[in-house]
């Protein structure tokens, strides 16, 4: 192991002991030293999870999470510098961590808070205007080979448990009465500067995973219909347009 490996490892784990051959300007003691500079790493990407996770923390507290952050931070090194990408694999982790098994939606609600993040710091796209977009939908011919462009900041998720309902529930909104095992779709994008998080039918989650894949609109459609879905159409397109989803309609020959 190299001396720089060495140096990564101990830093991550408290229970590693002060690499060898380390000594201080000021003459002070390298172990104590380097004990305070452990702290402050291992506090520091606790914390950023925390900001990346705030749901999950409420969920269980902040004397659990800090304990199960500290425990994933010990094993996931920071491959980036920006801290917003750090904890990407957290949902993962807090899956297959046993303590955490009495809370068996944790995982997911920390799907859905890094779709969020993922969704902020997404590409910009500058959204087709309503109108525009409304006139070529009009035509159901149109609907043929056209391609439909989404914002790159939207994503989906689909969860054996209620995550939109659970999330919302620890926002500033009234809370509404809801069962925390029943499934739910979401819909996650950014709207101008607006994170947006939305519960939608297993018919829409489907219907615009499809369009996501880049199948064309009357293929996707077609789909919906083949597979007896409780898609909604046109409130779909409508959700889509109102919270300015389409960033493009285009024949699907001309896309690469």
């Not at 993962?92 to 303590?99: A, S, T, V, Y």
Request: with cysteine; hydrophobic share 45%.
């Amino acid at each position: 192991m190299s001396r720089y490996s060495e140096f990564a490892a101990a830093l991550l784990d408290p229970h590693k002991a002060c690499p060898q051959g380390l000594t201080c300007a000021t003459g002070a003691d390298p172990e104590s030293r380097f004990a305070v500079y452990r702290n402050n790493v291992l506090s520091s990407l606790i914390n950023a999870l925390a900001d990346n996770y705030p749901v999950v923390a409420q969920l269980v507290g902040e004397d659990f999470f800090r304990a199960m952050a500290g425990m994933y931070v010990q094993s996931a090194a920071p491959r980036s510098p920006v801290m917003s990408d750090y904890g990407a694999d957290f949902a993962g982790f807090i899956e297959h961590f046993e303590p955490a098994a009495n809370v068996p939606y944790l995982a997911d609600v920390a799907r859905l808070e890094r779709l969020q993040v993922q969704a902020w710091h997404a590409a910009d796209a500058r959204p087709m205007d309503a109108h525009q977009v409304m006139q070529v939908l009009s035509s159901p011919a149109s609907h043929d080979h056209l391609r439909v462009g989404l914002h790159p900041s939207l994503h989906l998720l689909q969860s054996p448990f209620a995550v939109v309902a659970i999330w919302a529930a620890h926002q500033q909104a009234p809370v509404v009465p809801f069962d925390p095992f029943s499934p739910q779709y979401a819909l996650v994008l950014r709207n101008d500067l607006e994170v947006e998080v939305f519960a939608i039918s297993p018919g829409t989650h489907d219907f615009i995973q499809d369009l996501l894949q880049g199948v064309s609109l009357s293929t996707a459609i077609d789909a919906s219909t083949g597979r007896d879905s409780d898609l909604e159409l046109e409130h779909t397109l409508a959700q889509l347009i109102s919270h300015r989803a389409i960033i493009h309609l285009l024949p699907e020959q001309v896309l690469p």
